[in-house]
């Protein structure tokens, strides 16, 4: 069965392309979220084996919703998309319990590297 | 006779003075107007932004008590970590130079000035940036 | 060749005045409390600063530390010879010891302490019946592992940790793939997953150059100490990208005595790693993420001159860079918070000090000291603080038989409670002594002209209690007293209204008084009148702004050379702003704006050119030598650049 992946992100473009990288390599997107506040609602709703977060985000950023969400799921797998110059923020992530990160810009198939990987199917 | 020491060598109105470079941390270029500060002494030319700090500025020939030759200040020296937030302001700055053999200065003994060099031929009043920094203090 | 010992000596000053710190709150708390446990703190703190003095070469330094060491040992030996006596010795040899560290600060070579030295002496034979030994200093500069492996040997063994289940311990090395865009962030990863499993020791490279992706060929090793199985450490990395996993092996276990870096109390209750940090990139930090937030806000002044369609791309642009900032900003802040404890360990030695000379016997009580609060508020806190304190026990706190008489236990009682209220710091200073007289305060104000006696007669008790905070007003009722209530308590009041506290003072005749300061985590932020004179900007704490009005001054009416404003159902004094920042007074009639500000004595109207609104701005605090200059409170930049004044207004108009 494909994994479920919900993506978090505030720029319409970049979900798009997330969700076509996720789709090339046969995940199934179940949702998606604009903000930290939302992604957070939608991770309770949908349970997904996989959430992309955007970190620099409005009302929530991606930090705390990274943290609410482990609140609620421990066992919960999130990747923080991020930009060179945002190590700082990326680590701030890893500490509240990111798992892992990817670099934009994204080329489909290190994303898809580093998400196998994480999910310890490669 | 000591080592030759570099130093920052700069023109008050049309005389050459110059500060230890240690003593100095960067020189910069005024901004177009300072902010006054209110009720000091008219060698206080006021205030700038540099970068973020707020960097007291003083005008040295004034600081110096020497007559105003109509040249307008056109770099401000900032003296080093210790007193960083302190500028003064300058006719211009001409460079780095090292001097050896400061001697005392005839005429031209102060707390402010640590002696005469000779830099090619032309005579340089050597500065004592502790008596600078202590005239300064002595203004507020 | 000699080495420079130089570089060493910053660290010598910084650690040296630590543990003189720390031995001169053992003392207090030895004596106190009789705390056992203080003795050997204290012969650390001394045989560690011998054993540093000795490595720099500090002669006079490393011969009164080695004194203090043995006489403290002698003490642990024969706890009954302790007294109060031999308490004040060991105090002065602290003090003289911190004053040769502050002169090895200064660039000068440290005094010897003869008279102390041989009082030191004299102690120790009276304790131990014999001499002290001679102290061995380096007389060739040495390399400072010197100083570090003394400090080792001070450390007792008893101190290490005794171990419930010898955990085993590894040796891992793994390698970042050199592809790996962000090193630091892939190798951080891989530690923060290790140190969920145990206690990661010897990271090469270190923590901070890790996360700075400062990785030689992509190589991090460490020591591993975990009760997890070699399959366990495996698996946590196995689904790590980019990282390979190039050694892991066993290894002895640690030998017993482990280098730690510090020793002591605070160790004990903070394991977390820290870094020590230079107070002034911490300030340079701030200034430069303040540039950061007015580049942004000048971007985005900037781009609203742009054609529609090309805006939202930069807006985006700009709201991201804001919020990064933004969250840049909130980490500096958060670096520079730092525990009131900072300044409050230092009163119970003053509390000690101030009680013996004045004949009390106080016990100053502290809580909540562990709060936390930007740096620059501490700093601008340190000095009220203990002036507070002294006058508590100066005046408020009476003396053993005057509290007898009036049923009170013998030994007064200061507090010091701080706890947090929200997004404030309240901080509580209250004795138990015998309070403040409002009455006095009202006449002693009225006598000093400092109001009228109607005005006296309108202000309630508490109000009457913030009378002391004017210059010169005090209710001590000993003349020859020259540090009565009323001296410095303007100072207090306006240091912490400086950051953008307040403070309220209560008090109960017989019973004591407390202060209670309120203050702001952070450098304040605060809300600004901005108003113009001549070509000049002015900020005004909205705080104090009551209000603002326009009138002509030509037709106001006057007595003698003021104006008078009318305002409510009263008359305030006009003072031209212009005027009282030294400025020269435009003559330009016509109607202008007013605004009045609550200063000492009542309201008073500032005549100024134009009111500029409203603005929210990070108040500076101001660095020498403006913070000479009388009637500023801060400085702060407005968004265009410029730096602008946040005027005192009371001081201004008393200067």
């Keep these: 069965m494909a994994k479920r992946v919900l993506v978090v992100d505030d720029a319409i473009f970049m979900r798009n392309m997330i969700k076509d990288i996720f789709a090339s390599g046969g995940f199934d997107v179940v949702g998606e979220a604009a903000n930290g506040l939302e992604a957070v609602e939608k991770y309770r709703e949908l349970r997904p084996d996989l959430t992309t977060m955007d970190i620099v985000m409005p009302f929530k950023s991606g930090i705390e919703a990274t943290r609410e969400i482990l609140k609620q799921d421990a066992s919960a797998v999130v990747i923080m998309c991020s930009a060179l110059g945002q190590e700082s923020l990326v680590m701030e992530a890893i500490e509240a319990g990111a798992a892992d990160f990817i670099v934009k810009p994204f080329r489909a198939e290190d994303v898809l590297a580093v998400v196998k990987k994480v999910l310890g199917e490669a | 006779m000591g080592a030759p020491v570099r130093h920052v060598v700069f023109l008050l109105q049309k005389e050459r003075y110059a500060l230890p470079l240690a003593a100095v941390r960067e020189v910069v270029v005024p901004p177009g107007r300072f902010t006054r500060v209110p009720r000091v002494p008219p060698a206080v030319s006021g205030v700038m932004n540099l970068r973020g700090r707020v960097v007291t500025v003083l005008c040295l020939r004034r600081l110096l008590a020497l007559p105003d030759g109509g040249q307008p200040g056109e770099k401000i020296v900032l003296l080093d970590r210790g007193r960083r937030d302190l500028g003064l302001l300058v006719t211009d700055v001409e460079g780095i130079e090292s001097l050896d053999r400061v001697s005392a200065a005839p005429g031209r003994q102060s707390s402010t000035v640590s002696g005469i060099a000779r830099l090619k031929g032309l005579a340089v009043t050597v500065l004592d940036p502790d008596g600078v920094d202590a005239a300064v203090a002595a203004l507020f | 060749m000699t080495i420079d010992m130089s570089k060493y000596l910053g660290l010598f000053v910084s650690e040296a005045t630590e543990h003189l710190e720390a031995l001169g709150r053992d003392l207090v708390a030895l004596e106190r409390e009789g705390e056992a446990g203080a003795i050997d703190s204290m012969f650390r703190h001394a045989h560690s600063v011998k054993g540093m003095a000795a490595s720099m070469g500090f002669e006079p330094v490393a011969r009164l530390a080695h004194r203090v060491e043995d006489l403290v040992d002698a003490v642990r030996a024969a706890p009954d010879r302790l007294d109060r006596e031999l308490v004040d010795v060991l105090l002065a040899a602290s003090d003289t010891l911190m004053a040769q560290v502050r002169d090895v600060a200064r660039g000068s070579a440290p005094q010897e302490a003869h008279a102390l030295l041989e009082q030191l002496s004299a102690r120790l034979r009276d304790v131990t019946g014999r001499a002290p030994l001679p102290t061995r200093v380096a007389r060739t500069v040495v390399h400072l592992q010197a100083a570090a492996s003394a400090d080792a040997h001070a450390r007792p063994r008893e101190e290490v940790e005794p171990v419930r289940r010898a955990p085993s311990r590894w040796a891992l090395k793994f390698r970042v793939a050199p592809a790996c865009q962000v090193p630091g962030v892939r190798a951080f990863l891989v530690h923060r997953r290790l140190a969920a499993l145990g206690e990661v020791s010897e990271l090469r490279p270190a923590l901070e150059d890790l996360k700075a992706g400062r990785i030689p060929d992509g190589l991090v090793s460490l020591r591993l100490e975990t009760s997890s199985s070699e399959e366990a450490i495996r698996t946590s990395l196995r689904n790590v990208p980019e990282v390979e996993l190039e050694v892991l092996k066993a290894v002895e276990a640690p030998p017993p005595a482990a280098p730690v870096q510090d020793a002591g109390r605070a160790a004990e209750a903070e394991p977390g790693r820290t870094v020590k940090v230079r107070t002034e990139h911490l300030d340079y930090f701030l200034d430069a993420v303040g540039e950061l937030m007015l580049a942004t806000a000048r971007i985005r002044e900037v781009g609203k001159a742009l054609p529609e369609g090309m805006r939202p791309p930069l807006e985006e642009g700009v709201y991201r860079l804001h919020a990064l900032v933004k969250d840049l900003h909130d980490k500096v802040m958060t670096v520079r918070m730092t525990p009131l404890s900072v300044i409050t360990d230092r009163l119970p030695r003053a509390a000690r000090d101030i009680a013996r000379k004045r004949g009390r016997e106080v016990d100053l009580v502290i809580t909540g000291a562990d709060i936390e ?136 005749p017989g019973r004591g008084t407390r202060f209670t300061l309120r203050l702001p985590l952070t450098v304040a932020v605060v809300q600004l009148l901005l108003v113009a004179v001549g070509d000049e900007v002015y900020g005004l704490p909205i705080a104090k702004v009551v209000g603002a009005v326009e009138a002509d001054l030509a037709v106001l009416s006057r007595s003698r050379e003021t104006a008078l404003l009318p305002h409510g159902t009263g008359l305030l004094p006009v003072h031209p702003l212009a005027g009282l920042v030294g400025m020269e007074e435009a003559t330009v009639g016509g109607v202008r704006p007013f605004v009045v500000v609550e200063a000492e004595s009542g309201k008073v109207a500032l005549a100024v050119d134009r009111l500029l609104g409203q603005e929210e701005v990070v108040l500076k605090a101001l660095s020498r030598p403006l913070d000479r200059v009388p009637g500023l409170s801060g400085v702060t930049i407005l968004g265009s650049g410029r730096p602008v004044f946040i005027l005192d207004v009371p001081r201004l108009l008393a200067a």
């Design chain 3, 373 to 508: 609060l930007d740096r620059a508020i501490l700093d601008v806190l340190a000095d009220p603080l203990l002036h507070l304190l002294r006058n508590c026990i100066d005046h408020g706190i009476e003396s053993p038989e005057e509290r007898q008489a009036a049923r009170k236990a013998p030994r007064g009682r200061v507090s010091v409670s701080v706890r947090r209220q929200r997004d404030r710091v309240v901080l509580e200073l209250e004795d138990d002594g015998r309070g403040m007289d409002a009455a006095g305060l009202k006449a002693a104000a009225v006598a000093r002209g400092s109001l009228s006696a109607e005005a006296a007669a309108r202000l309630s008790d508490r109000e009457a209690l913030l009378l002391c905070c004017l210059p010169g007003v005090s209710t001590a009722r000993d003349v020859s007293d020259i540090s009565g209530r009323g001296v410095g308590m303007d100072a207090v009041k306006r240091s912490v209204e400086g950051v953008g506290g307040t403070l309220e003072i209560d008090s109960e």
